[in-house]
């Protein structure tokens, strides 16, 4: 009897195969910290009070004129915020994060954005105005993660829209 592989009938299994009934589980930032030099604080005070004169001057809106700082205090704070370390876990169950479960009904497919050096996907909610999940990974962990995503969900391009793109350009 010959036993060489080219005679075989049967598929081997490979050892590094995913098995999809495993969870899948590990640690990453909730989002990404961006950096920003002193010159994108200096244009965002001129901007800020660009508005706020705008306000007082053209619309004659006092309000809106104090309620500017306000604004630009909270957006400071927020985008200055130290991203945490989540725990995330992908099960048959559905996907956990921070010990919260999201089941895939929730999902209509998902996409895999790098961007910083940070590799993250993105879940489409089947819901038409719900915004989309966001799940961060390390590079060694991803083709665990897109594998085991792809056995629930369809993977499709995804592209960033003009206010994402804004976004990214103003660093926020």
Not at 33 to 48: D, M, N
Not at 109 to 127: C, W
């Amino acid at each position: 009897m010959n036993d060489s592989p080219e005679n075989q009938d049967f598929e081997t299994p490979s050892p590094d195969r995913l098995d999809l009934t495993e969870p899948i589980a590990w640690n990453a930032p909730e989002g990404v910290q961006v950096q920003r030099g002193k010159l994108w604080y200096v244009f965002f005070v001129i901007v800020l009070i660009g508005l706020m004169a705008l306000a007082i001057l053209v619309f004659k809106n006092w309000t809106f004129a104090v309620l500017l700082p306000i604004m630009a205090v909270a957006l400071f704070v927020l985008s200055n915020k130290t991203p945490q370390v989540i725990n995330y876990a992908i099960s048959p169950k559905g996907i956990y994060i921070a010990d919260v479960l999201h089941d895939f009904s929730e999902f209509r497919a998902f996409g895999l954005i790098h961007e910083n050096n940070q590799h993250s996907i993105l879940l489409l909610p089947v819901k038409r105005f719900s915004p989309g999940l966001t799940i961060y990974f390390s590079e060694a962990e991803g083709e665990r993660i897109v594998d085991m995503l792809g056995a629930r969900l369809p993977m499709q391009e995804i592209k960033p829209d003009a206010l994402e793109k804004f976004i990214r350009l103003i660093k926020l």
